[in-house]
């Protein structure tokens, strides 16, 4: 009986640890050019919605798709740029946090580096809890204790030069 148990543990660890990011750990970017802006995408470890992958767009482009506990660096154009996530659709069906596509707006400085974190708010209900996911940008000490537990994960997509200035 113990044997069963066992191996049901076994099986379940492997197939939750696939669905972690397994790149490096993270290292900063080097600096951005003049007229550039780094932008780090991040999504910390956590039990909810960790079989899903999130998609990350930037101005419309999908640019990375990021596993539990990943994290994406970008070199992007100085000015507004818009961050969207959806979930990699199919695991839940039609579930209510899969299908609802978040976005944030950032204005990004030259030279500069910009955090955006994947995270959730849990709404504690009397039979269930909600988690709402939102995107946030963070200040780089506020991001850096989350960041440095983060692998990087390889972008899909190289940025368009005609998205990257806004």
């Keep these: 009986m113990h044997t069963r148990i066992l191996i049901a ?25 003049s007229d550039e802006s780094v932008l780090y995408v991040f999504r910390p470890k956590t039990v909810y919605m ?7 767009f930037v101005d419309g482009q999908r640019v ?13 154009k100085a000015g507004r740029h818009v961050i ?15 299908n609802r596509p978040i976005e944030i707006g950032i204005m990004m400085l030259p ?13 504690l209900g009397y039979f269930e809890t909600e988690y709402l996911w939102e995107l946030r940008e963070l200040s780089p000490e506020q991001a850096q204790a989350e960041l ?3 692998k990087l ?5 190289s940025l368009q030069p005609a998205a990257m200035a806004r």
């Design 9 to 33: 543990l076994m099986i379940a660890a492997a197939a939750l640890s696939g669905c972690s990011a397994t790149g490096p750990k993270y290292t900063p970017m080097a600096n951005a050019s």
């Design 50 to 56: 960790s079989a899903l992958s999130a998609i990350i």
């Design 64 to 76: 990375a798709k990021l596993r539990n506990n990943g994290y994406v660096a970008l070199p992007v």
């Design 84 to 98: 969207r996530h959806e979930w990699d659709s199919g695991l839940l069906g039609d579930s209510r946090s899969e």
């Design 111 to 123: 030279e500069g580096q910009h955090f955006v974190r994947i995270g959730a708010i849990a709404n």
């Design 148 to 150: 440095n537990q983060c």
């Design 153 to 157: 994960e390889p972008m899909t997509q």
